[in-house]
């Protein structure tokens, strides 16, 4: 009875090993690297009006009152002058305090809105997300 109880244990941590991805897993383990940072870059199509932008501007800023999974939110306009943007003119940075924050806030009904709202005028996107180093 003890065996199987052991062999049932051990089949169940093979699952959840199995469940997450490497990169996930060795940031999750890693006590030495910090938040969750989600880093998103937005390129509009060519012709929306600087009042769409704002719009989604709003509501994007609107997301951390909506979902407190958000830690922390920040953003801003290019304003480099090495001329390697790429067409991209906004950045927000939402930082997480683990990844599971971040699972929660992907499907939450007001990102979800978020999404739909900016969609449309969408060139591009890039996002990227890392933990935290020093």
């Known amino acids: 009875m003890n065996r199987a109880i052991s062999i049932a244990a051990l089949a169940l941590l093979l699952i959840l090993a199995a469940t997450m991805t490497p990169t996930a897993q060795a940031a999750d ?34 997301l951390p009152a909506k979902i407190p999974a958000i830690a922390d939110f920040e953003w801003g306009t290019d304003c480099s002058v090495e001329g390697l943007a790429d067409g991209f003119t906004h950045a927000f940075l939402v930082t997480f305090n683990t990844a599971k924050d971040r699972e929660i806030y992907l499907p939450h009904p007001a990102h979800q809105a978020f999404v739909a709202l900016l969609k449309p005028h969408l060139e591009k996107v890039l996002v990227i997300d890392y933990k935290a180093g020093k």
Do not use: M, S, Y
Not at 35 to 62: M, S
């Open 29 to 62: 383990e890693n006590p030495a690297l910090g938040k969750l940072r989600h880093v998103v870059l937005f390129a509009w199509k060519e012709g929306t009006p600087a009042a769409k932008i704002k719009e989604i501007e709003d509501g994007f800023r609107g």
